[in-house]
């Protein structure tokens, strides 16, 4: 086990934190979901997958997810940053975006309204999951970034990720703390499904 730490310093004025969403901010995303939790499934349950109808082609592309598009957010919180002002920034890892939405809005005291059809969902993802049953929105989710930004901001940030090879969709809308937090499929809003474990845990604990 190497456990390590690392200290950075920045700028008081150009500290971005997960609790600074505002009300009327746009929600985006890059990358997709579940990448690191796609990598995990075709890691160590390549076999299994395929015995599950995976094609062996779909197991081989994610198993480079963590290299390709790789599970860093450096590149692209670097861009976002240096093309507007991000009011808050959040890393979806143990218990998938679903779990990183409750996260950023409860760390800003706001709701968010988000759209389950523009959650980019990788296919390897998709398709693994379905596989085993899981929930992509509640699968590790490490190598994507939520990003809260001004309206007039959404398109320049999601042009300048895209700028350094990472993709960008807005998701969703930061509210007011009082309307929840909401996942919205086919038009109708329900409370955001929440996850105490992360869904990939119930392929290990099966055995």
Known sequence: IVSGCMLGEVEKDRLVTTG???PGDVLLITKGVPLEGAAIIARE??????????????VKRARDFLRNPGISVVPEARAACAAA???AMHDPTEG???TACWELAQAADVGLHVDRERIPVLREG????????LDPLGTIASGS?????????AAS???ACRGVGVDCAQIG????????????????ARPMPTFPQDQITRIFSEG
């Open 20 to 22: 600074g969403a505002r």
């Open 45 to 58: 349950r390549a076999a299994e997958a395929e015995r599950r109808g995976v094609p062996a082609d779909v």
């Open 85 to 87: 002002r991000v009011h």
């Open 96 to 98: 998938g975006v679903a």
């Open 126 to 133: 998709r398709v693994l999951c379905e596989a085993f049953g």
């Open 145 to 153: 970034l939520l990003l809260a930004v001004d309206p007039a901001d």
């Open 157 to 159: 940030v999601a042009e």
């Open 173 to 188: 809308r930061v509210t007011d703390a009082s309307q929840g937090v909401s996942l919205a499929t086919g038009g109708h």
